[in-house]
């Protein structure tokens, strides 16, 4: 036909020693990307070599997130060079792939399917020990397309404790596991926020501001269908400093280590 030959993506190969991480949630603002990009650092931070697909179509706020807002990738005859940050960890984002940076992403089925394709074998990922995918929230296109050309991804589903955002949140992570793909485990974000004059006289309430129990209803119920377990990974308390880190481009695990949002977030990283 002329058209040059697809290239296989790599992650997709059966001696491939990448793991693959796709993070999804049912509705948006629950912090999915807030996750994904806390968790990369995590990982890097412990030595690990790693890379994020923003796929996110609605949001890609990831690059924001990492300090490089503005970057675009550069191309090495006809591979595209993901963006290197100053935390080591290295992105791309489906808002890279735009002609101009204010048009919005209306792609159909089979275009998004060519962006997602284009992300996991068009870029010169090196040897990555890990790739994370923010996946755009829902049941959407990505989520089915991915589960085509990467089924071997495992899927870790961001809710909060309401009612209403964890029961999309299972369809997201029962669709996942239609493709065929694993869910290892639930985030709950926003869990509570920790009183804040508690450290006046000593005590620790916690305020819960959306409601509980989001997290754990999820992962019984995936538990369940699935006939293995899905844990609970974390509990991330809502942390002033978690959504500046994201506004200005330093995330959490970087910006405040000993934030008790971090540690969260650390130690789902360690578990995964
Ligand atoms: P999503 O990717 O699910 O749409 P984001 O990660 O973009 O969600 O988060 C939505 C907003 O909420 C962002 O401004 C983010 O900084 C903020 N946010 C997320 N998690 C927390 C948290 N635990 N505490 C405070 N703010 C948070």
């Given amino acids: 036909s002329g058209g040059k030959a697809q290239r296989e993506i790599p992650f997709a190969q059966p001696g491939s020693l990448t793991k693959v991480f796709a993070i999804a949630s049912g509705k948006g603002g629950v912090g999915k990307s807030s996750v994904t990009v806390n968790l990369a ?12 697909v923003d ?7 990831v690059p924001a997130m990492l300090g490089v807002a503005d970057a675009r990738p550069t191309q090495v005859d ?7 940050t100053s935390s080591g960890v290295s992105v791309i984002s489906i808002g890279m792939l735009k ?6 992403v209306a792609w159909r089925g089979p275009m ?6 284009q992300m996991l074998s068009d870029v010169y990922w090196g040897d990555l020990d890990v790739l994370l995918l923010d996946l755009p ?5 990505v989520a089915i397309s991915l589960g085509q050309h990467l089924p071997g991804a495992e899927v870790v589903v961001v809710t909060t404790p309401q009612e209403a955002a964890a029961e999309v949140a299972e369809r997201a992570g029962t669709m996942a596991s239609m493709m065929h793909q694993r869910v290892v485990g639930v985030v709950e974000n926003m869990s509570f926020l920790p009183c804040p004059h508690c450290a006046e006289d000593g005590t620790e309430h916690r305020l819960e501001i ?16 699935f006939g293995y377990d899905v844990p609970v990974l974390g509990e991330i308390p809502l942390d002033t400093s978690l959504r500046e880190g994201g506004d200005v481009g330093k995330p959490i695990v970087d910006a405040d280590p000993t934030a008790p949002a971090a540690q969260v977030l650390a130690s789902v990283a360690e578990r995964l």
């Fill in 78 to 84: 006809d591979l595209i060079m993901p963006v290197p």
């Fill in 41 to 52: 650092l995590s990982m890097a931070k412990s030595g690990l070599k790693v890379g994020i």
């Fill in 137 to 141: 929230p829902g049941t959407g296109d």
């Fill in 112 to 117: 998004l399917d060519r962006a997602l394709v």
């Fill in 99 to 104: 002609p101009r940076r204010d048009q919005v």
């Fill in 210 to 225: 959306f409601g509980s129990g989001g997290g754990a209803r999820v992962a019984a119920t995936l538990s369940g269908r």
């Fill in 55 to 61: 796929a996110d179509i609605y949001g890609h706020s």
